[in-house]
C-alpha cells in the first residue's frame, strides 16, 4: 500500500442487528463463552484458490483493503500471485488466506472473513489449513501481521496460539503519512507481528 487508500467497507458486522459496519463503526463488547454472537459452527470447506476464482479472490481483497497488494513483513505481497487457499461455507466464497513464504516461515499475507460469514468458524478453519501446508512443506512456523487498532484480529490470533514476535513502531503512520483512524476509532500505527510454531494449537 503506498499511497492513502479510502477505507473499505464493510469490515465487520454488529452481533445485535447485523449491520455490516466500516471499521471505525465497530465497537467491542466483552460476553460469556455462551452469549458471543454467532456461535454457530457452520461447515467450511477450505480448498486450494482456482483459476475461476480470481474475481471472488479480487472482490474480497478489494473489500478488506481496497487493491490486491499487501504491505507486511517489510515486502509487498500481490495476492494474485500468492498461495491461496479459499473457504466455502453455504456454497459461498466466504473466506480467504493468502500464504507466502518468508523469512523461513509460512506467512499469512492476508486473511479476511466476509463479515456476514464471521463468528462461524471460518477463519478457524483457513489457520488450521495454513499450519497443514506450512508442516507439508517443512515450514516450522506460521506468522502474521497486524495493524495494532486490529483489536478482533489480534484476539483471533492469540486464541490460535500466535504470540507477538516484533513490533514496527510507527511503520503504518509513516507510510500514510499521518495516524488515521482504524477499528473503533483508534489511530492505526504501528504493525504488530505475530508468530507460531506450525504443532501449536
Ligand atoms: C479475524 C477474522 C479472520 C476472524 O474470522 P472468523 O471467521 O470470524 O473466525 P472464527 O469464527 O473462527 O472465530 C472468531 C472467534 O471470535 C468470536 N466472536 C465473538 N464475537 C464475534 C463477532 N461479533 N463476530 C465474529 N466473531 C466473534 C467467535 O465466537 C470465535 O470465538 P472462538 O475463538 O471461541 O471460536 C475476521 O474477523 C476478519 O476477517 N477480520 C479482519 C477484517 C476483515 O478482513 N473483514 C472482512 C472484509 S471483506
Same mark, same amino acid.
Given at each position: 500500500?503506498?499511497?492513502?487508500?479510502?477505507?473499505?467497507?464493510?469490515?465487520?458486522?454488529?452481533?445485535?442487528?447485523?449491520?455490516?459496519?466500516?471499521?471505525?463503526?465497530?465497537?467491542?463488547?466483552?460476553?460469556?463463552?455462551?452469549?458471543?454472537?454467532?456461535?454457530?459452527?457452520?461447515?467450511?470447506?477450505?480448498?486450494?484458490?482456482?483459476?475461476?476464482?480470481?474475481?471472488?479472490?479480487?472482490?474480497?481483497?478489494?473489500?478488506?483493503?481496497?487493491?490486491?497488494?499487501?504491505?507486511?513483513?517489510?515486502?509487498?505481497?500481490?495476492?494474485?500471485?500468492?498461495?491461496?487457499?479459499? !473457504?466455502?461455507?453455504?456454497?459461498?466464497?466466504?473466506?480467504?488466506?493468502?500464504?507466502?513464504?518468508?523469512?523461513?516461515?509460512?506467512?499469512?499475507?492476508?486473511?479476511?472473513?466476509?463479515?456476514?460469514?464471521?463468528?462461524?468458524?471460518?477463519?478457524?478453519?483457513?489457520?488450521?489449513?495454513?499450519?497443514?501446508?506450512?508442516?507439508?512443506?517443512?515450514?516450522?512456523?506460521?506468522?502474521?501481521?497486524?495493524?495494532?487498532?486490529?483489536?478482533?484480529?489480534?484476539?483471533?490470533?492469540?486464541?490460535?496460539?500466535?504470540?507477538?514476535?516484533?513490533? !514496527?513502531?510507527?511503520?503504518? !503512520?509513516?507510510?500514510?503519512?499521518?495516524?488515521?483512524?482504524?477499528?473503533?476509532?483508534?489511530?492505526?500505527?504501528?504493525?504488530?507481528?505475530?508468530?507460531?510454531?506450525?504443532?501449536?494449537?
Amino acid at each position: 500500500m503506498g499511497d492513502k487508500v479510502e477505507l473499505p467497507f464493510p469490515q465487520y458486522r454488529c452481533g445485535e442487528c447485523g449491520r455490516e459496519l466500516p471499521l471505525t463503526e465497530a465497537r467491542l463488547t466483552v460476553t460469556c463463552e455462551q452469549h458471543q454472537p454467532s456461535r454457530v459452527v457452520s461447515a467450511v470447506e477450505v480448498r486450494s484458490a482456482t483459476h475461476a476464482d480470481r474475481h471472488d479472490i479480487e472482490d474480497i481483497c478489494d473489500q478488506a483493503l481496497g487493491e490486491t497488494d499487501v504491505d507486511v513483513f517489510g515486502r509487498t505481497f500481490d495476492v494474485l500471485s500468492q498461495e491461496n487457499l479459499v !473457504a466455502m461455507s453455504e456454497g459461498r466464497f466466504a473466506g480467504l488466506i493468502s500464504l507466502a513464504a518468508d523469512g523461513g516461515d509460512l506467512g499469512i499475507v492476508l486473511l479476511s472473513v466476509y463479515p456476514g460469514f464471521q463468528g462461524h468458524g471460518v477463519g478457524r478453519a483457513l489457520i488450521a489449513a495454513a499450519a497443514q501446508r506450512a508442516a507439508e512443506r517443512g515450514l516450522p512456523g506460521l506468522k502474521a501481521a497486524i495493524s495494532n487498532d486490529d483489536v478482533p484480529s489480534f484476539s483471533f490470533y492469540q486464541r490460535h496460539g500466535f504470540v507477538i514476535d516484533a513490533v !514496527a513502531k510507527g511503520l503504518l !503512520a509513516d507510510r500514510y503519512g499521518s495516524a488515521e483512524p482504524g477499528f473503533s476509532g483508534i489511530l492505526v500505527r504501528d504493525e504488530i507481528r505475530l508468530r507460531r510454531s506450525v504443532c501449536a494449537a
